[in-house]
C-alpha cells in the first residue's frame, strides 16, 4: 500500500535527540546511535493493526553486536516506550524483543541464521506479518521463525539501531 525510497526526509523526524542522529543523504535515512549499548529508533505513522511491513537495511562499517532493525506496534508514539523489535545484528543473528516502559524481554533470543549477509557492505531485508497476536519474521525473502505475544495488537513503527561499542560511527542505511 505504501512505500518510501528515503530519498528524503518527509516523513521522518531528522537531526539528533538523546539516543539517534539522522540524516538523508544519497537516497538513504542514515541512522546512528547517540550512546553504546542503548537502542535508539525513530518512528512515524500510520498507526498499524494487521499488516506486513518490510525494510531494507544496509551496514557499511558493521561489528560483532551493532544491530539495527525495525520497530512495531507502538502503541504512544510520542513516547516509544513499549512496542516489539525485530532486528539482526553483524554476527548473522536476528532476535524479536518486546519493549515495556523501562524492561526489554527477549521473546526471540538472539539466534543464527545463515540467510543474513554479513559482508561489508550487506544488505538485508527484515519483514513481519502480523495478524492478531500471531507474529512472522522474514529475513530476505525466507520465513525465520514465528510466534504468537498479545500484548501489543496495534500501533505506530519505525526503525532502531544499537552500538555494540566497538564499532566507530555505527550507521544503518536504511534505503526502504
Known sequence: DWVDTMDESGYWPTGSDEFTSVEF???????????????????????????????????????????????????????????????????GQYSLRRFDDTIMN?????????????????????????????????INGQKVDEIADTTYLEGGFGVFVGSGGVTEDFTVWVDE
Open 25 to 91: 543523504e544519497d537516497g538513504f535515512m542514515k541512522l546512528t546511535p547517540e550512546k553504546d549499548s542503548i537502542d535508539g529508533w525513530r518512528l512515524i505513522y500510520p498507526y498499524l493493526e494487521d499488516f506486513y511491513l518490510e525494510i531494507t537495511l544496509k551496514h557499511p562499517k558493521c561489528n560483532t553486536n551493532d544491530h539495527s532493525g525495525m520497530i512495531f506496534r507502538v502503541p504512544v508514539i510520542p513516547d516509544a516506550d513499549n512496542g516489539y523489535l525485530f532486528g539482526i545484528n553483524c554476527n
Open 106 to 138: 527477549y521473546l526471540i533470543a538472539w539466534t543464527d541464521s545463515n540467510v543474513i549477509n554479513t559482508d561489508e557492505n550487506a544488505v538485508n531485508r527484515l519483514g513481519v506479518m502480523a495478524k492478531a497476536e500471531n507474529l512472522t519474521l522474514y
